[in-house]
């Protein structure tokens, strides 16, 4: 067991957790956009910064990965985090202002505008989709292509990938990509996430070993019906 | 795939380290990564695509598109900028008639630019095969091609300062190698005797220390590596070492003044080892 301090709070935990961890069970909200349980935590969001140590020697770590140590002073919710927090959500919103995720978080954390100039990208480099392809769903078939502005997640030479099933995890995963779940009209606003996965289920019985992430949808049931 | 999830990532990481010397290798022969070679990677490996193309993509030194034969950078980072490197691009896109990033309809050449080559103080800098032109303007950008289509790697001896005669002897018996008599690049050349696919004959070397000109009793064709022997006592010149450039063994000579110069036995590599403080088999 490690001993540390959070928020004020003396508490012992087990070896190898990590901060997020620790503090959700002790119930303080961090809010997060690229973790998630089951698959390894990546600190690509950055929405999960945490003050660690004391004094002048505090420094902001993301909590996702990082491990608990023995005799740590974690603060989650100091005026320091919470102001680092913000302008993250900022610049999330700048990015990719049409993600409910973001949209959400953004109006927990108390921000109502952000500062930077306004871009409409569909995905913001969080990685869910290519760690859900390759540790739930055990294909590896979209992963990260290029290097800095040229950075983006896809498949390989943007050809149809011959390890993916269409499983649907990528997009179930996805933060960003709301907007790619209101049907075919944005101003209809339904969700109709299953009528966007159409052509995965079209083309189901060429997959066999198909795992379909959008279980509850059964659309393709209803359509071979 | 599933063992792939649990190996440790240190072993991870090891994969990777291995792709990229791959993937040069890849570069090296085809000047570009084809589609199929990284495929065959990724079957060889047992890595996935993804990661490979990751990697391929990722770096600036690979390139997925076929390159030209010579390739030239223009740095643009800070230093050559504000000295006129967008000038030199320029000019470079107007005389080739591509664009930054493109290779010529014949496939002569590849144009890049660069963020920085480490020689801010000699900017704007192009880099041409391998060969550095400082503070380049635009009037010289068409000498510079001329100069990289003809081939940089032709050495003018009797302008290069970094061409000097050296004096060589055997590092067995130490007798003197010199021969006044025979001329090669204007200066006394280097005799020894060579033997290779069961021919034995003389071998005259320049003296001059960056010349690779050579006479021979036989042709020698490319890339036959070639058993050297010192003309005075026959033993074989053979050193422990071997090149840095394509593994074949080392030919170790004596430097009057002190020293030792180790050339590669190979046919048309250029390796070669200057060491003006050690022994032969230090």
């Given amino acids: ?225 | 795939m599933a063992t792939l999830n649990t190996t440790p990532d240190t072993e991870k990481i090891k994969a990777r380290e291995g792709i990229i010397s791959i993937l040069e290798d890849i570069q090296a022969r085809f000047g570009y990564l084809p589609e199929k070679e990284l495929r065959n990677v990724a079957e060889h490996t047992g890595q996935s695509l993804v990661d490979i193309y990751g990697v391929a993509t990722f770096y600036k030194s690979f390139s997925l598109k076929p390159r030209g034969k010579h390739l030239v950078s223009v740095c643009l980072g800070t230093a050559c900028h504000v000295r006129g490197g967008p000038n030199v691009k320029k000019e470079f896109e107007h005389s080739l008639n591509i664009r930054a990033g493109d290779t010529t309809k014949d496939k002569e050449f590849t144009l890049e630019t660069v963020a920085c080559l480490g020689a801010c103080a000699l900017g704007p800098i192009v880099v041409a095969d391998g060969h550095y032109f400082s503070k380049v303007t635009s009037p010289k950008v068409k000498q510079i091609i001329n100069k990289t289509r003809e081939g940089l790697d032709k050495v003018e001896i009797q302008t290069d300062q970094r061409i000097f005669p050296v004096e060589i002897s055997c590092a067995r018996c130490n007798h003197s190698l010199m021969d006044p008599d025979h001329l090669v690049d204007y200066h006394p050349s280097i005799r020894v005797t060579i033997s290779f696919e069961r021919k034995h004959g003389w071998l005259r070397l320049s003296s001059l220390y960056g010349s690779y000109n050579i006479e021979s009793e036989y042709e020698i064709p490319e890339n036959t590596v070639v058993n050297f022997f010192c003309p005075h006592c026959h033993t074989e010149l053979r050193g422990a070492a071997n090149c840095v450039e394509c593994g074949s063994p080392m030919v170790p000579m004596i430097v009057k003044g002190g020293g030792v110069i180790q050339i590669c036995s190979k046919r048309g590599c250029k390796g070669h080892m200057l060491d003006l403080s050690g022994g032969i088999y230090g």
């Fill in chain 1, 1 to 225: 067991m490690v001993n540390l301090k959070l928020n004020g709070l003396i508490i012992s935990v087990e070896e190898g957790t990590t901060i997020l961890e620790a503090a959700r069970f002790m119930g303080f909200p961090i809010p997060t956009l690229c973790h998630m349980e089951g698959l390894s935590p990546y600190g690509a969001c950055r929405l999960c910064v945490v003050e660690v140590g004391e004094g002048t020697k505090a420094k902001l770590v993301t909590s996702c990965t990082s491990v608990v140590q023995e005799g740590m002073t974690v603060r989650t919710a100091s005026a320091r985090v919470v102001k680092a927090r913000k302008m993250i959500v900022e610049l999330l919103l700048a990015t990719c202002p049409q993600s409910k995720v973001i949209q959400d978080i953004a109006s927990e954390l108390g921000v109502r505008q952000q500062r930077f100039r306004q871009e409409y990208e569909d995905c913001i480099m969080c990685g869910l989709c290519v760690r859900m392809c390759e540790e739930q769903m055990m294909a590896k078939a979209i992963g990260f292509r290029g290097r800095g502005d040229h950075r983006s997640i896809g498949t390989p030479f943007d050809m149809k990938s011959e390890v993916c099933r269409l499983c649907g995890g990528c997009i179930y995963v996805c933060p960003a990509c709301q907007l790619r779940c209101t049907y075919t009209e944005p101003e209809k606003a339904i969700c109709g996430g299953c009528m966007n996965l159409t052509p995965p289920c079209l083309e189901k019985e060429k997959f066999e070993d198909m795992m379909c992430y959008m279980e509850p949808c059964v659309a393709c049931e209803i359509k071979n019906r």
